[in-house]
């Protein structure tokens, strides 16, 4: 018998599977309209491949969150009904020094400077919410997560995550109160995976090498209580919570 | 070994040696650019103290402009205030700790640049 034919079959599927390996986005990306429409109208602004900007030059060009692991980060169905009705996030826009001007007592939110976000038709918002689903990067910090069911009273949150940790300093815990250079959380609740928030405390050069949230060391049970503490803000209505 | 190759040899030790250096020297940004990304939101653009996140915070962020303070802290008690953070120097621990962010020269050349904003050596203004 001739062993040219089966070593050919052997090459040939290995020359395969090598081209599977190197065009993995654009196969995938061919049968999903959601995924054609993040790369027509959205990737101009939000990073659907990685990595997150490794200089601080980088970070200030960063035009909007970065998307290639919005699967581990987002709800869906937050997702959905924020992009038919998108409210500002971040008080003072994607990198906070862009958007100040002098006050009298303090540096001010220059409002003129920010733009409203483009919104989405009902079908299009699920279209983007499936399609930022399927974007699953550091699955591998997500696994090392696990968020217990559980609650934590008020008075003692507010302890733990204005005065034990001083997040306060730069998030807003409801709409006119804590700081403003990071992303207000009274949504956080429904828009958030817990398993992101606890990673994300934890370590978050991890997610965003160069981001200005400072690694506070955080302990784990500490961890729990900001979790469940951010939960029950949830100003943003109905949330799933852990699967 | 052949004198040729002995002077390859040495040159790319040169090159091993230059690559593993260079990182930190081209990781390391300008103490200025690190200020205005991670220190300004509390500290303010001008170094004042005036920050935009002030307004609810129960502890008021440091004016690093001003001499008479800033001179009686030694590098050393700024260097552990911006590795470690506040507690580290029992003061508030709304001054964070920024030791997993910046690199030790990185923040070895933001204590020099404290200097300069508030024009004073430790224990002359």
Known sequence: MDIRMPIRAVLLALAGLLSIAIHPADSRAADSPGMDLLKNRCASCHSLTGPAPASIHALWARKGPDFFYAGNKYQRSWIVSWLQHPVRIRPAGMFYADHLKPGPKRDMVDESTLRPHVALSKADAILAADALMTLKGHNDLIKMEHVAPGSISKSMGEMVFDK???????????????GLS??????????????????????PQAWDPKIWMPDKHVNDARIQQLVHYIESLNLGGSHASSP | MHPVHKTYAFILGLAVLFLALLPDALLAAPAKDNYRTYCAQCHGLQ?????????????????????????????????????????????????????????????????????TLCHCQYGKQ
């Open chain 2, 47 to 115: 170094g004042n103290g005036r920050g935009v996140n002030i307004r609810d915070m129960s502890v008021q962020p440091r004016n690093h402009t001003d001499g008479a303070y800033m001179s009686s802290r030694s590098d050393q008690d700024l260097f552990t205030a911006d590795k470690k953070g506040g507690l580290a120097i029992d003061k508030s621990v709304l001054m964070p700790p920024w030791g997993e962010t910046l690199s030790d020269s990185e923040i070895h050349n933001m204590v020099r640049y404290l200097r």
């Open chain 1, 164 to 178: 034990f940790l001083g997040c306060l300093a730069c998030h807003r815990t409801d709409p006119d109160y804590g």
């Open chain 1, 182 to 203: 990071g992303p207000e959380l009274y949504t956080a609740g429904s828009r958030l995976r817990p398993e992101f928030i606890a990673s994300y405390i934890r370590n």
